[in-house]
C-alpha cells in the first residue's frame, strides 16, 4: 500500500462521514417539521373543541 492509496483511503472516509453528517442532520429537521406540524394540528383540534363547547353553552 503506497502514500497516495492511504490518502485516497482517508478523503473517501471524510466524504463519507460528511454524507452520513449531512444526512442525520436533513432526518432532524424533518422530525421537527412532522412534530411541528402535529403540535400545530393537536392546538387546532383543541381549539375547535374549546370553540364547540363554548357554543353550546
Known sequence: ?????IVQQVCLLFLM??????QAEENLE?????????KVAIS????????TISFLK
Open 30 to 38: 424533518s422530525r421537527a417539521l412532522v412534530i411541528a406540524t402535529e
Open 1 to 5: 500500500m503506497g502514500f497516495c492509496h
Open 44 to 51: 387546532s383540534e383543541i381549539a375547535a373543541r374549546i370553540q
Open 17 to 22: 462521514l460528511a454524507w452520513t453528517s449531512v
